[in-house]
């Protein structure tokens, strides 16, 4: 049980309140009852002298009459306990109790002179005390001729006040016991619903926040329960819109391509999503210093991070608090795609001014010496024909830059069912003279199944030319091609196979790349633009088929074109 609680303190208050009126009243009462007493006994003594005074006004001198009288004033009623008669000098004339000589009391000598006076001394016979009253007696004429000294027991008085003392305090007994009931019922009304309030505030610490006070009066305690509920309802409405917002932000933040990590004023990580992971390559850990992961390299905003194979942009704000810099968020963009595109826009662009500030070179300076010298007709033509082939050389560039921006804008194809066997030997047929002045053999070995496909005709045509034809450029004079045709289920095969030099497999990964070339010497002597395998992927890309090389130096290489039906 907690002696310290509101509860308790309250029975307290009260039952001191209680204590202490009750105190006062107890007071007030005794000293009431007391003057009240005091005052009727000394009536009452002051009266018997005064009778005693007034029988003796002229015989004080008589002491058979003095004994008398005294006795006639002690009957067993009587509250006089003692009475002395004195002369005018103070000694005793008669007294109830047979004792002479001489008593000088204040209230003696008081009377002595004339004025009645009451005091209150201690009885030697007894332990209590007695309250006396001194009346002076005077002859017929006017002269103090002695004393009548009364005393009467003040025990009734005391033993009635100490009866009533007994029944005040049984009273305040009786009004405290009452007053801790009453306190302890007024106290468990006021404190029950604030121990219900602080058990519910307890569970909603605890996080739940569908608690719900029962309203029981229309007092301030009511109106608490109602602004507790009230506070309920909107903590749960907040607290569950917080959560769906840091639910969305969470969702955001996880299934953002960029990656974000999130760190304190300590520089540790306190949030981070798994495209960070995934960009720097490293499990990472709420709590890590942020100095440990990626070499160190995520610091500013603007810093390119080098990591995992891959090119990262940082970017970083500060995460303020009033003011106050409280942490950072770092966003990490991968630029590695960019970076390599604007590589390969660069080397486009130096190889498009390459590939034509040859050709114009060749056509310039044959041009001026045409212009300029006297130059033999045998010459003038060889020049002429030099730049004629220079010309065409560049066309063709023109034509391939021109059909690949066409492919990148808009690679519309317009598709027809095509029965691909044919389709092959009418496009080879084309090429049957090129591979003749070479004094090469090109097979056709195609599937005896014959299968139709949806295909541009035209653009399909100028992939196989260009796949031939560089099989026809880079294989020696006596050499083979063959063609080759196989249907699956869901895939029309067409495969191109020569005994050519082949391409080193270093040089594979980039074999599609725009003006990419493994000999660019020869290639250029062979008229190539570096441009014909790019074309035929594009062309194949938009089909929605896949092309592939497999190739080892001196040994030939294979392409094929994987088509759907």
Request: net charge negative; hydrophobic share 40%.
């Amino acid at each position: 049980m907690n002696y310290k609680s509101i509860q308790w303190k309250i029975i307290l208050i009260y039952g001191l309140l209680i204590l202490v009126a009750m105190e006062i009243i107890w007071v007030y009462l005794f000293k009431s009852l007391e003057n009240y007493h005091m005052k009727n006994f000394d009536n009452y003594i002051e009266a018997q002298a005064t009778g005693i005074a007034f029988t003796l006004k002229d015989n004080i001198n008589s002491e058979n009459s003095l004994n008398n009288i005294i006795n006639m004033y002690l009957g067993p009623n009587s509250n006089i306990k003692y009475v002395y008669i004195l002369d005018k000098s103070g000694n005793i004339l008669a007294s109830s109790t047979g004792e002479k000589g001489k008593m000088l009391t204040p209230a003696v000598i008081k009377a002595l002179s004339g004025d009645e006076s009451i005091e209150t001394v201690n009885d030697n016979n007894s332990n209590g005390k007695i309250r006396s009253v001194a009346t002076p007696v005077t002859d017929s004429d006017g002269k103090i001729s002695g004393v009548v000294y009364i005393s009467g027991s003040l025990k009734g008085i005391y033993d009635t006040l100490s009866d009533v003392n007994f029944i005040l305090l049984g009273a305040t007994f009786i009004a405290v016991i009452i007053t801790v009931i009453l306190g302890y019922i007024l106290a468990k009304t006021i404190t029950d619903p604030i121990k219900e309030v602080t058990k519910y505030a307890h569970e909603m610490a605890e996080g739940n926040f569908d608690v719900h006070i029962n309203i029981k009066s229309n007092d301030e305690i009511g109106e608490l329960g109602n602004m507790f509920n009230l506070m309920s309802r909107r903590l749960k409405t907040t607290l569950n819109e917080m959560e769906n917002e840091k639910s969305k932000v969470e969702a955001i933040i996880s299934y953002m391509t960029d990656g974000v990590i999130a760190t304190n004023d300590s520089n540790r990580i306190i949030l981070f999503n798994k495209a960070a992971e995934k960009m720097i390559g490293e499990k990472l850990s709420i709590n890590e210093p942020i100095e440990k992961i990626a070499q160190g390299q995520i610091t500013n905003s603007g810093t390119l991070i080098y990591c995992n194979g891959r090119i990262l942009k940082s970017f970083a704000t500060p995460i303020k608090v009033d003011k106050n810099i409280d942490g950072n968020v770092f966003v990490l963009h991968d630029i590695t795609e960019q970076q390599t595109l604007d590589n390969m826009r660069k080397e486009f662009v130096a190889n498009v001014s390459h590939e034509l500030r040859t050709p114009l070179t060749t056509i310039k300076s044959y041009t001026e010496t045409l212009i300029n010298d006297d130059v033999d007709e045998k010459y003038k033509y060889r020049f002429l024909d030099i730049i004629d082939k220079e010309v065409d050389r560049m066309a063709r560039l023109v034509k391939d830059l021109l059909f690949l921006s066409k492919m990148d804008s808009n690679g519309k194809l317009n598709l027809e069912e095509v029965n691909l066997n044919e389709f092959i030997e009418d496009t080879l047929s084309k090429l049957r003279i090129e591979a003749c002045k070479k004094s090469q053999t090109l097979t056709f070995c195609l599937d005896e199944e014959k299968r139709n496909v949806k295909i541009d005709k035209d653009k399909m045509e100028q992939v196989l030319i260009n796949i031939v034809t560089n099989a026809i450029k880079y294989t020696n004079e006596g050499g083979y091609i063959r063609v080759f045709t196989k249907y699956d289920e869901d895939f029309a095969y067409i495969s191109v196979s020569d005994n050519g030099i082949g391409i080193p497999k270093k040089d594979l990964p980039r074999i599609f790349e725009r003006f990419y070339r493994v000999d660019k010497g020869r290639s250029r002597e062979l008229g190539g633009t570096g441009l014909g395998l790019a074309i035929a992927k594009e062309i194949v890309s938009a089909h929605k088929g896949e092309i592939k090389i497999e190739s080892e130096v001196d040994n030939g290489t294979v392409v094929t074109v994987k088509l759907k039906y």
